[in-house]
């Protein structure tokens, strides 16, 4: 016996045929649905349910298939490695969708377009630095310099077809959300200068932690006469041959950028350094040791391999990942891993300062490895002990027209002036950005970045984040957590599509018990011991109490905690009924039929598709439970 009944034949369609006749049976059903409805005496029930509530007119099928693919648009803000996982997840996975990308710069890469003072080169291994599914096998170094990770960007982006959807030299300069319309304006200046407004159902802002450039607050700075300039905006036609060169920081850049500038010819380096870091061995050392990599650098036979032994690749890059996902302990106070690894920066450090040993005395903190951003700063440690290099342990009390006064009166008289002075990390972003009650972000973080997850914040709907605050890591991938988040708002775009969601904002009491967790977390973190960091930066720029900057966990916990959204922990608001009913919030199921049964022709994989091989799961026979790929990652709704 057949488990459906007999058909009509005006109803059933092939691949060769229309489903015209089909889509006016259903309009008729669909009429006659709303007559009969229209009949229900208005007190009448189903189960408890009112068909109608008397006042309003009586509620009709929504006439579109299940999947509901009403139009959408969304801005991301930012083309870094953030904005172009939009770019191009958004169109392969949501449809109907117009997506624009406003990048502020002349290309996309983010940091690593801007990014281009000496030295400037990833700090992890690059093959942990790149995206899952499109992995380069000819990197020229286990740490790639930034022109070949700008270069990667913007070839990804080209392969992948996101150059279709940005707008480089469109900055944004004002975004507010209108709850009425359930839509973010945003103001957008054009390469002319003119400023035009843009409207999107999603605002989701990629502009990453390390944007807003931050420079020192020191009386003078602006008398200098000589060269200034920011390490992420890098005068690049400025010769340093023969110049006395002051270098502000005891960051990641100055890190990079003093080894470079020592090498100069007839340079004369002035280091103002008052604070103190560790200097590790390179964070990939334990897998280039057990890969016998002699060196940092690959040659031509090593890519060639491979490209040749897909299989050798594979392991490769694995053993780089498991590496990086392995050292979690490191960043947890009283650890083996973290105590040996303390000991083991010691060492390494005075090896490197033998020259001038009492520098260790100035280097070593006082707080364990990890609270500051670990950093190998390959040659740094024997830049800083070269004759050519002043360190200064003084306090900078002003700035005057030909160099830097410290605290024990001395003019050190430069001709150029390097602020490597990092960025205004977890707070709001230099333009203003207004949602509900005319709350700006501005005014919501002025003292911390409330987050929840990362991603979201209460009193702005329909906005999320990618490397929002609390969204980095400071071991493992950074851009799995890119990847996870990038799906999670992706999944996020199509429920309010497909649900007719007007507006959603997560709850105060949900960001309140985010922050709750991220900070008795945290207590237990080498994070959360006295230093210096960008970590742990307030609302205005200034180092503070709590980890600002950080994930609670490590790279494998926070892919995990973004794999399934919990939609509870968000207020919304539908659109309401085109004929002013009563919303119905199961309006989503359509009416009655699934897209690719409308589509003209249909085909057989449009109907058959769950027995095709992409589309199957197959347990293991026996003993289902044994199933391998559920005991690497556990399934998970």
């Known amino acids: 016996m057949s488990a459906v009944p007999n058909v009509p034949e005006v109803l059933q369609h092939t691949d060769d045929t229309a489903p015209d006749a089909a889509l006016q049976h259903l309009l008729k059903s669909k009429q006659a649905t709303a007559e009969e409805l229209a009949r229900v005496d208005s007190k009448a029930t189903t189960n408890g349910y009112h ?323 670990l950093t190998p700063g390959p040659g740094f440690l024997e830049a800083l002990v070269e004759d050519n290099v002043d360190y200064i342990k003084d306090k900078i009390v002003r700035i005057e027209p030909k160099g830097v006064v410290t605290d024990d009166g001395t003019l050190h008289e430069i001709d150029a002036l390097i602020c490597a002075t990092g960025f205004y990390a977890s707070s709001a972003p230099p333009f203003p950005v207004t949602g509900l009650r005319n709350t700006t972000l501005q005014t919501h973080w002025a003292d911390r970045a409330t987050n929840y997850l990362s991603l979201a914040t209460d009193s702005f709907p329909n906005m999320l984040m990618m490397l929002g605050p609390n969204g980095a890591i400071g071991e493992g991938s950074l851009t799995m957590m890119i990847e996870s988040t990038g799906d999670y708002v992706i999944k996020a775009i199509r429920k309010i599509q497909k649900e007719r969601v007007k507006s959603f904002v997560i709850k105060p009491a949900r960001v309140r018990d985010f922050l709750q967790y991220v900070d008795t977390y945290f207590r237990g973190t080498v994070f959360s011991e006295d230093c210096q960091s960008w970590y742990k930066k307030n609302g205005k720029g200034q180092s503070g109490d709590v980890v600002t900057g950080l994930w609670p966990g490590s790279t494998l916990h926070c892919i995990e905690a973004l794999r399934s959204p919990r939609w509870e922990d968000y207020e919304y608001e539908y659109h309401e009924e085109v004929n002013g009913a009563e919303v119905n919030q199961m309006g989503w199921l359509g009416n009655g039929w699934g897209a690719t049964q409308m589509r003209s022709p249909v085909r057989t994989e449009d109907l058959a598709f769950y027995l095709m091989d992409e589309f199957q799961d197959p347990p293991v026979e026996g003993r289902p439970e044994e199933k391998e790929s559920l005991k690497i990652r556990p399934w998970s709704y």
């Open 51 to 373: 068909a109608t509530n008397g006042t309003k007119p009586v509620w009709q099928l929504h006439d579109a298939p299940i999947e509901n693919q009403r139009p959408m648009k969304v801005i991301v803000i930012g083309a870094g490695y953030s904005g172009i996982y939009m770019g191009i997840r958004i169109p392969e996975r949501i449809r109907n969708c117009e997506l624009v990308v406003y990048e502020k710069n002349g290309g996309v890469g983010g940091t690593w377009h801007e990014n281009r003072y000496p030295g400037a080169a990833c700090d992890v291994p690059s093959h942990s630095y790149q995206f899952s599914f499109n992995p380069k096998h000819d990197w020229s170094a286990l740490y790639a310099p930034a022109s070949e990770i700008r270069d990667y960007l913007e070839s990804t982006a080209k392969k992948y077809g996101v150059e279709r959807f940005v707008k480089l030299r469109h900055e944004v300069t004002d975004c507010r959300w209108d709850q009425g319309e359930g839509k973010w304006h945003v103001q957008v200046r054009q390469p002319d200068g003119v400023i035009t407004e843009d409207t999107c159902d999603m605002l989701v802002s990629a502009r990453g932690n390390l944007n807003n450039k931050q420079w020192p607050t020191i009386e003078g700075l602006r008398n200098f006469e000589g060269e200034v300039m920011h390490s992420s905006d890098w005068n690049q036609s400025y010769d340093f041959v023969n110049k006395r060169i002051g270098v502000i920081g005891l960051g990641s850049s100055a890190i990079q950028i003093i080894p470079k500038l020592q090498q100069v010819e007839g340079a004369k380096l002035s280091c103002f350094i008052r604070g103190r870091t560790w200097i590790s061995p390179p964070l990939g050392q334990h897998s280039q040791d057990e890969l016998g990599l002699e060196s940092i650098y690959f040659n031509k036979d090593q890519i060639e391999s491979f490209k040749r032994d897909p299989a050798a690749w594979m392991k490769f890059r694995m053993k780089i990942e498991a590496d990086a996902n392995n050292v979690h302990s490191i960043t947890l106070k009283g650890t083996e891993m973290q105590k040996g690894a303390q000991a083991m920066f010691e060492q390494g450090m005075r090896d490197r300062l033998v020259k001038k040993p009492h520098y260790f005395d100035r280097l070593q903190p006082g707080f364990s490895p990890g609270c500051r951003r």
